[in-house]
């Protein structure tokens, strides 16, 4: 079992729709980031989120600490938000990111 | 933008050759962490420097090198480089080790031919 599982892999939706991309994860954290990647491009970070929710724009992030789960949430989607969407932990007292496998996001005009 | 850079964008280098990749980071940022993302896969973690000094290394083979200069811009070092060291090649910068937000450049795409 992964250390950090997303779901789903692949999401294609039509424009407009709501979004929800689920990040499960088994390692104690201090924080939990969620990025974004545009094909042959380089990362973007959204968020790093800690407890609670955060919201910037039309994308809306949430954590549950004690489940250890976190989702990202976007609203009126757009085909521009059509990119590969990654949650990354650090390990517990390191450095290293652990990171999802991605979820591939098509949004269709 | 991130105010993070990375040069060169792409490269394309040959086996046996060695590559040097550069990243710029983010204006008070002390800490750069450096990852390799193959075709298809997510990013591994290759290593971390703060305040000039490595602090942290995944499972990557000692031809891979680096350094933190004091305006704490680092470079990767790739000797020997084999086929599979083909790769988007990532840094990214921070504020603080773990804990702080990440600002990613835009990566540099080496092709070993």
């Known amino acids: 079992k992964n250390e950090v599982e997303q779901s789903p892999q692949n999401l294609t939706a039509q424009e407009g729709e709501f979004i929800t991309i689920n990040c499960s994860y088994s390692?104690?954290?201090?924080?939990l980031h969620w990025l974004q990647q545009h094909p042959g491009g380089g990362i973007v970070s959204l968020f790093m989120?800690?407890?609670?929710?955060k919201k910037h724009g039309r994308l809306i992030a949430t954590i549950n600490i004690q489940e250890k789960h976190s989702s990202l949430h976007i609203t009126a989607s757009h085909p521009r938000d059509s990119a590969v969407y990654i949650c990354?932990?650090?390990?517990?007292?390191?450095?290293?990111?652990?990171w999802g496998a991605g979820t591939k996001l098509i949004i269709k005009p | 933008e991130t105010g993070v850079t990375q040069s060169p964008t792409h490269l394309i280098k040959t086996r046996g050759q060695q590559v040097t990749l550069r990243c710029s980071s983010q204006s008070g940022h002390n800490t750069v962490s450096w990852y390799q993302q193959a075709l298809g896969q997510g990013p591994q973690f290759i290593f971390q420097?703060?305040?000039?000094?490595?602090?942290g290394r995944g499972n990557f083979p000692p031809r891979f090198s680096g350094l933190q200069f004091p305006n704490y811009s680092s470079e990767l070092n790739v000797n020997a480089l084999e086929l599979d060291d083909s790769a988007l090649y990532l840094c990214a910068s921070s504020g603080r080790t773990n804990t702080g937000e990440l600002f990613f450049g835009e990566g540099s795409r080496l092709t070993v031919l």
């Open positions: 990354a932990v650090p390990r517990d007292s390191n450095y290293q990111l652990i």
């Open positions: 390692v104690g954290i201090s924080a």
């Open positions: 989120l800690s407890s609670g929710k």
């Open positions: 420097y703060y305040r000039e000094e490595e602090n």
